[in-house]
């Protein structure tokens, strides 16, 4: 069983930085795509970035293009998000995720995702 674990999130203020890192219990496979996605109260959830392993191909939300950047490191077996210029609407539960089936058109589908980790809350402060 695949487990995902997200850490790095917090209060910050707003323009501020944070980096949320997502690390496996075993190891990303090289056609994995790793997902980032976030939730805010009474919201649904949606996609946010995604990076393909071994492609290292990237994919944004119109809403954090410029602002996040999806990276991973292939020695620790992590995927980082480094989150810019926040804002209060970026406040979330922000969760990773693995599709080991991905495609380019698919990879900001939720359902398309086969792993989950638990969240780490992000909350900008205005």
């Known amino acids: 069983q695949v487990q995902l674990v997200e850490s790095g999130g917090g209060l910050v203020q707003a323009g501020g930085s944070l980096t949320l890192s997502c690390t496996t219990s075993t190891f990303f496979y090289a056609n994995d795509a790793i997902g980032w996605f976030r939730q805010a109260p009474a919201k649904e959830r949606e996609f946010v970035a995604a990076?393909?392993?071994?492609?290292?191909?990237?994919i944004y939300a119109d809403s954090v293009k410029g602002r996040f950047t999806v990276s991973r490191d292939a020695a620790k077996e992590t995927v980082a998000l480094q989150m810019n210029s926040l804002k209060p609407e970026d406040t979330a539960v922000y969760y990773c995720?693995?599709?080991?089936?991905?495609?380019?058109?698919?990879?900001?589908?939720?359902?398309?995702?086969?792993?989950w980790g638990q969240g780490t809350q992000v909350t900008i402060s205005s």
């Open positions: 990076i393909r392993w071994r492609l290292g191909d990237k």
């Open positions: 995720a693995v599709d080991r089936t991905p495609t380019p058109a698919t990879m900001k589908i939720s359902s398309n995702y086969d792993y």
